[in-house]
């Protein structure tokens, strides 16, 4: 198997695709304004203190408070508090931790209001993201992630994750940290250091270690407050940093700065496998080239296809997702039903296993397979819906089949639920069922561009538009698009885009933002 990344990264948002052998099986969106990303850190300053709920509000720059509990500042509270205030003090010289003597820990039955005070300076990180009308939530126990390694300030403990279960390995890992690390920094090992060298621990070590000494920095020269110290990496970087495995063939990136992010990041941890990060330049919109911007409007919806007139019908009820199997209008196996009913059910055992990782689907998730008479049939779907299911990062449990056919599986929720909406407005009426005459479309779209052209002064400029129209607009020796460009100049460049409607258009200048070029009467 063969696993790609692209990365789509668009003036709003930036998307993430994974494929494994070409077929989508993770989609992750992001808005690129959302700066309160989990893992961010920010010289604060309090605001207002609760007793009543032990807990404090802390300004981070959001428009409403940020959130923090007194059990929330971590036992090493008071060792941080002394250090902040020692670098605050003394702007020439960051004192070294490891020379710090490391106070009592944090009382677990004390309050907020004998800890903190209103205006005081506190170093906190981004526990839980702004949600509705919500701040975020808030920690001062920080911390700071790679992909082999968590480096805890203040802490003096190495801990490694239950997931190695080698006792020898274990062992092993302790005792390389504990020789390594320095003094008064905790490491928390995660699961994918397991039989990694001394070298590549050491190198990611010293890479946290700068992170601390970098936001350290930002402490010491802050003029105003708050201040953001740290940024977790990018979304691309952060997916990547999870998911990152030696059969990773290609990772696409579109934006030549996030490609140097990821390029940067993946020579850091994997230097002999650099090579396959590269950057994009086609001029087709990068998901449409890898073919999913199609997998996804298939993939989402109610009905999902799979093969052979076989689909699942996919409903999601307020307290469990339920999911049937049919075999539609399939051709019959002519070794009779049972042998048809089995080859469905497999088939809708590989899909759903994808579409569970696809849309993040958690809880409880009911599966009405078609029935099937022999028992060894049944444990034949179990075993592959086990089997396919071994790749899902999520916690996941999958009791057999019952006698009625059912399956039932929990699953944990990794991310927010990934809801995309397959079905298009039409975008020249509006649901009012009538529109111009498609005929005329093209002379619409000309009289854009001189509008364009000749009244705005913009003589570079794409336009995207429907394959179809694309198609048309392109046919010939001598076509549509090139007598536009002799008339108009050859700035212009057409696109086809297959996120688009048939008679949906998008102008975009020549640093990829949208030039609003809709009438009134599309707007109505």
């Known amino acids: 198997m063969t696993s790609e990344l692209v990365v789509d990264v668009q003036p709003k948002e930036v998307s993430i695709a994974l494929l494994e052998d ?65 670098t605050l003090s003394d702007r020439k010289k960051i004192t070294n931790i490891g020379k710090a003597t490391l106070l009592p820990d944090l009382d677990k039955d004390g309050t907020i209001a004998n800890t903190l005070k209103v205006g005081q300076e506190v170093v906190v990180q981004i526990a839980k993201e702004p949600i509705s009308t919500k701040g975020p939530r808030l920690t001062s126990e920080i911390s700071f992630a790679g992909r082999y390694l968590v480096l805890i300030p203040f802490n003096d403990k190495v801990s490694v994750s239950q997931k190695i279960k080698s006792s020898e390995e274990r062992a092993r890992l302790k005792q390389l940290l504990q020789s390594i690390k320095p003094k008064n920094f905790g490491v928390i090992v995660r699961t994918v250091a397991e039989g990694k060298r001394v070298a590549e621990l050491d190198g990611e ?24 110290i740290y940024e977790e990496t990018s979304r691309a970087v952060a ?41 994009y330049k086609g001029q087709l919109p990068i998901f449409d080239n890898f073919a999913i911007t199609k997998q996804i409007k298939s993939a989402f919806g109610k009905t999902i296809s799979y093969k052979s007139g076989a689909y699942l019908i996919i409903e999601h009820t307020e307290a469990l997702h339920v999911v049937d199997v049919n075999s539609g209008n399939r051709t019959k196996n002519a070794n009779g039903q049972e042998a048809n009913a089995l080859e469905v059910n497999l088939g809708a055992a590989d899909e759903l296993a994808r579409q569970l990782r696809l849309r993040d689907m958690g809880g409880i998730i009911v ?77 619409t779209l000309e009289s854009k561009i001189d509008y364009l052209v000749n009244k705005l002064k913009i003589k570079n400029f794409s336009l995207h538009i429907h394959p179809y129209v694309a198609a048309f607009v392109n046919q010939g020796l001598v076509s549509l698009k090139r007598k536009w460009q002799m008339k108009y100049g050859f700035g212009i460049k057409v696109v086809p885009s297959q996120k688009l409607a048939f008679l949906e258009y998008v102008f975009y200048d020549k640093n990829g933002e949208e030039i609003d070029m809709k009438e009134e009467l599309d707007h109505k």
Request: aromatic share 10%; charged share 25%.
């Open 205 to 228: 070590l010293k890479v946290l270690l700068r992170q601390w000494e970098e936001s350290m920095v930002k402490v010491q020269k802050a003029t105003k407050y708050p201040t953001l």
């Open 367 to 443: 599966v009405d397979f078609i029935d099937m008479g022999e028992a060894a049939n049944r444990q034949k779907v179990y075993e592959r819906m086990t089997a396919n299911m071994q790749k899902d990062r999520a916690r996941h449990n999958i009791l057999p089949l019952s006698k009625f056919g059912l399956m039932q599986i929990t699953r944990q929720r990794v991310r927010p639920a990934m809801d995309v909406n397959t079905s298009e407005v039409c975008p020249t009426c509006y649901g009012k069922g009538t529109i111009k005459s498609s005929i005329l479309f093209t002379d």
């Open 22 to 86: 070409k077929s989508l099986v993770e989609l992750q969106s992001e808005g690129r304004n959302v700066s309160f990303s989990v893992g961010n850190m920010y010289l604060g300053r309090v605001k207002k203190l609760m007793p009543g709920l032990n807990a404090c509000f802390v300004d981070v720059g959001y428009e409403k408070d940020a959130f923090l509990h007194y059990l929330d500042l971590g036992p090493q509270f008071n060792s941080l508090e002394k250090f902040v205030k020692q």
């Open 239 to 279: 997916m990547l940093r999870d998911l990152f495995n030696p059969s990773f063939e290609n990772i696409y990136v579109n934006d030549e700065t996030v490609y140097k992010e990821i390029k940067d990041y993946v020579t850091l941890i994997a230097p002999e496998r650099e090579g396959i990060v590269k950057h």
